[in-house]
């Protein structure tokens, strides 16, 4: 079993930045392909970000550029760094855990998830 435990979700201002946190416990996760994802009041899941095992990150083309994921294998965890957000980046935020090293956009590949962070982007 794998624990995925978000933070560093909150309001901030349309072109500021916020830095999201997934802590996993349970199971080192290095190994595994690591993704980030997203849900806005009334759509679908859909993808954000996902870094392999060996570190090669992959990003939907609405956050190419803005966004940066990253593993720090030391302390278990996986980080998403959101810099110019925009007001439609607001959504809760799920880090997720695929029980494979590679990469995957499709929510339905994972296999353990955590509870998610609400970020808010005011205009």
């Known amino acids: 079993q794998v624990q995925l435990a978000e933070s560093g979700g909150g309001l901030v201002q349309a072109g500021g930045s916020l830095r999201l946190s997934c802590a996993a416990s349970g199971r080192t996760v290095s190994g595994y392909a690591m993704g980030w994802f997203r849900q806005a009041p009334g759509k679908e899941r859909e993808f954000v970000a996902v870094?392999?095992?060996?570190?090669?990150?992959y990003y939907a083309d609405s956050v190419k550029g803005r966004f940066t994921i990253s593993r720090d294998n030391a302390k278990n965890a996986v980080n998403l760094q959101m810099n110019s957000l925009k007001p439609e980046d607001t959504a809760v935020y799920y880090c997720?855990?695929?029980?494979?090293?590679?990469?995957?956009?499709?929510?339905?590949?994972?296999?353990?998830w955590g509870q998610g962070t609400q970020v808010t982007v005011s205009p």
């Open positions: 870094v392999s095992r060996a570190g090669t990150p």
């Open positions: 997720a855990a695929r029980l494979t090293s590679y990469s995957s956009v499709n929510p339905g590949d994972y296999a353990y």
